[in-house]
């Protein structure tokens, strides 16, 4: 596969840097397979189990030094928590996207398959079984992370802005042999960084964790960023929660033109010179922080020196001639979200919608109403018990999503639950609601017809009840009980904390009493 051939060829850059390279793999959910069933229950809990799996061979085997590949979702944070948790040398290497599939002359990606999943079920003329069978057939035609400015992508470009891989690593899609000597590289530079005792912790500072929120805010990134960032920096003593996220995103242009929200697929972005070009025109524009260090040794400002803006890709416009004034990511809260929520706005013409809910309890319900066209244009659909505790696991609700887009009604209802959203997911969709419904927040004390209203350009989601009425409804509110009382499941949803801090499942930073690095 990709992956093991990078590996390789990264052992092989250990050897030249007099090193002596141990391979090693843990596990990864296919979002792609486990996506619209009960199999995605696992995939948020993929990420620690991998994290946690990765500190165990380390620890176990004494090891001096990381690189660690990853090519999906959850596999590239799990990774980056591993190493942040660690803080032995350490460098991050993508395994790379997908090439884009071709139909029709165009660009198409997996979540054209679920959108067209949707058109068809919704009688279009447009897209026929037959339409449908030739596009599932060449989607997705080889190796590597589904191609958009998805989850997998988003983190492949915070682990560069970050300062934990390579810059330009991540832009080659995985099934060119060109990624291997980004591979060998980075197996050179992890035994540099033994040597001078460059650590992850010394690269992640705030300021690092500030440039990969810009990032993601600046390509139209996944919401799941706002998970997985919090996430890493509880791992290193880095206070950055939903809050900090947002805030960031609220004052960031955005510049890169990506699915689902634009036009291009990652292997666009990376001919158009990837994170460096991004970084180059961010930097210029004063938007982030020149001074933080990479896995190069040099600061990111000493980088960018020697890269000259490329005026003739259309990817990536000038910071000073953005898509839209603001990032494509929005942090909302309120009295349905005191603890937030977020939605991508990247690619939204109307940033405000009212109307009243319909509730459902789990994707499933909601999923077969939209499959039936059981709603109503205008209509909020509510999806809950979906969190990191009522789930369990948090689930991302693509099928639902693509299917309501398929129907073209994409901008015509609004979507909010306490689960995820897939980073290929678009319309109004508000994912990450907190507290979630397991808690007795607020959106588990929803009821059909009650009045909802979002406004992302100010930031707000509130419910038209009063603090009182919230309050009778909290008195008779009882948690649910979930089908899992034993296993991996069960274990996630006694140790997960919230949402707007990571969902991470042990104290982090806070209860470190030492660290490996240091034994």
């Known amino acids: 596969t990709a992956l093991m051939r990078q590996a390789h060829a990264a052992s092989e850059g250990v050897k030249k840097g007099d090193g002596t390279p141990r391979e090693f793999c843990t596990i990864t959910v296919t979002d792609g397979i486990a996506m619209g069933h009960e199999g995605m229950r696992s995939s948020l809990v993929s990420r620690d189990t991998i994290a946690d799996s990765v500190e165990l061979s380390m620890r176990g085997h004494s090891y001096d030094a990381l690189v660690g590949i990853a090519g999906c979702d959850k596999s590239l944070p799990g990774m980056m928590m591993a190493m942040l948790r660690l803080n032995v040398p350490s460098v991050f290497l993508y395994a790379g996207s997908i090439l884009p599939g071709s139909y029709e002359g165009r660009d198409v990606t997996v979540l054209d398959v679920f959108e067209a999943v949707g058109a068809h079920a919704a009688g279009s003329n447009e897209m026929t079984a037959e339409k449908l069978h030739a596009l599932e057939k060449v989607a997705c035609p080889g190796d590597g992370a589904c191609g958009g400015q998805f989850t997998a992508n988003t983190m492949a470009c915070v682990s560069e802005a970050i300062g934990l891989a390579l810059p330009l690593s991540s832009a080659l899609p995985a099934p060119y042999t060109d990624r291997d000597g980004y591979a060998v590289a980075s197996g050179e530079v992890v035994m540099q960084l033994v040597e001078k005792n460059l650590r992850p912790r010394d690269i992640c500072t705030r300021e690092a964790f500030e440039n990969a929120a810009i990032v993601v805010a600046a390509t139209g990134g996944s919401t799941n960023a706002a998970l997985h960032l919090p996430a890493m920096a509880h791992e290193c003593g880095v206070q950055f929660d939903l809050e900090d996220v947002a805030k960031i995103f609220q004052r960031t242009p955005y510049i890169a033109n990506l699915k689902p929200g634009g036009d291009y697929v990652a292997k666009d972005f990376g001919e158009a010179g990837g994170v460096p070009m991004l970084m180059k025109t961010l930097h210029e524009s004063g938007l982030i922080n020149g001074d933080c260090l990479t896995v190069t040794g040099q600061t990111w400002a000493e980088y960018l020196e020697d890269i000259e803006w490329d005026p003739n890709q259309k990817v990536i416009h000038p910071a000073t001639d953005p898509i839209s004034p603001t990032g494509g990511v929005v942090g909302l809260w309120g009295s349905l979200a005191p603890d937030g929520a977020i939605v991508k706005v990247a690619g939204l013409h109307t940033l405000q919608f009212s109307g009243p809910v319909r509730v459902f309890d789990g ?39 693509a299917a309501i887009y398929g129907q073209g009604m994409g901008d015509k209802v609004a979507l909010i639950t306490d689960g995820r959203f897939s980073g290929a997911t678009r319309g109004f969709c508000i994912g990450h609601v907190g507290p979630e419904a397991q808690e007795g927040g607020p959106i588990g004390l929803l009821k059909d017809g009650d009045i909802v209203t979002i406004d992302a350009e100010k930031g707000t989601i509130d419910v038209r009840l009063t603090p009182a009425e919230l309050e009778d409804r909290k008195r008779q509110w009882k948690p649910r009980i979930t089908a899992y009382g034993s296993g991996a499941l069960q274990k996630f949803a006694a140790l997960v904390g919230p949402a707007h801090k990571g969902a991470t499942t042990h104290p982090g930073f806070a209860g470190e009493r030492h660290v490996y690095a240091d034994i």
Do not use: H, Q, W
């Not at 066209?373 to 505790?389: A, Q």
């Open 363 to 401: 994707e499933e319900a909601c999923f077969k109403a939209v499959s039936n066209r059981d709603y109503k244009e205008g209509e909020v659909l509510v999806i809950r018990y979906e969190g990191p505790k009522g789930g369990p696991g948090m689930r991302e609700m693509l099928s639902t999503t």
